[in-house]
């Protein structure tokens, strides 16, 4: 796992971003925030090498974080989706790691995703045929059609197209097996959720934010709230970071 910094001075956020994001896409939670914002690339991301073989569990991708977060002092940490598994069961182990913690659209918290449905079993299937075209079409499938995407979904084909054993390990897995191992987390939590996100539900954030002594949920009305809500996902990480600190 390597990371890039971004800023300076206080307060240290590590930034662990999804699966299958671009180094863009990555910086998107940091971006505007002050401070010091360390944007972590995971194994098989935009130039890092592939993971070793059984890599892809949450609780070794949050030993990662880890050692990222003491290298640099972080006292803050934003995860999204993978990345926010990763932070829950590295606090649920850790539980005053952080002052901060912001969980952006989490998808699992005490149950693995088994619907034959979800979207990332239907994405894992066509990374296994190595069908580009049917993942195009389940990707525009759940992504808004009002916003100009560019070159968005030709870069996460791409970056998809290099993480198959991600994508067929993680959905089998859950952060947590109890919701219980993060009652005891002192940091102030922040979950970003969204509506309509067949991958991110609703009610997982609910869940998640439920779970934490410092929970406190905010749903926004989007499937993608990085792409069509950008300014408020970033004023309310803005006055999460500016929040006195629970410690």
């Known amino acids: 796992m390597t990371w890039q910094a971004h800023g300076s001075g206080d307060p240290v956020t590590v930034v662990v971003p ?3 994001t671009t180094p863009g896409e990555a910086r998107l939670p940091a971006s505007g925030l002050p401070g010091t914002r360390v944007v972590l690339t995971l194994p098989g991301h935009g130039d890092a090498p592939g993971a070793p073989p059984g890599y892809w569990r949450y609780d070794r991708v949050a030993d990662d974080v880890a050692s990222v ?3 640099v002092g972080a006292t803050a940490a934003i995860g999204t ?3 926010a598994a990763a932070l829950i069961n590295l606090v649920a182990r850790e539980p005053e790691r ?3 913690l912001a ?3 989490p998808a699992a918290l005490t149950e693995p995703r088994r619907d034959p449905n979800l979207p990332l079993l239907r994405q894992a299937a066509a990374v296994a045929r190595g069908d580009r075209a049917e993942l195009r079409e389940l990707m525009l499938e759940h992504l808004p059609r009002d916003i100009e995407l560019g070159d968005y979904v030709d870069t996460r084909i791409a970056a998809l197209m290099r993480l198959g054993d991600a994508l067929a ?3 089998g897995q859950a952060p947590l097996s109890d919701p219980a191992q993060v009652a005891g987390v002192t940091a102030d939590v922040l979950v970003i959720a969204a509506t ?3 991958q991110h539900p609703r009610e997982v954030g609910e869940a998640v934010a439920k779970a934490f002594p410092h929970g406190r949920l905010e749903v926004l009305p989007t499937r993608a709230p990085l792409l069509t809500h950008r ?3 970033r004023q309310l990480l803005t006055d999460w970071l500016a929040r006195p600190s629970l410690g």
Do not use: N
């Open 196 to 198: 309509g996100d067949g």
């Open 103 to 105: 969980l952006l659209l």
């Open 169 to 171: 390990a993680l959905p």
């Open 69 to 71: 977060a003491d290298e």
């Open 18 to 20: 999804g699966l299958g």
């Open 98 to 100: 952080f002052d901060r």
């Open 81 to 83: 989706s993978l990345g």
């Open 231 to 233: 300014p408020r996902v």
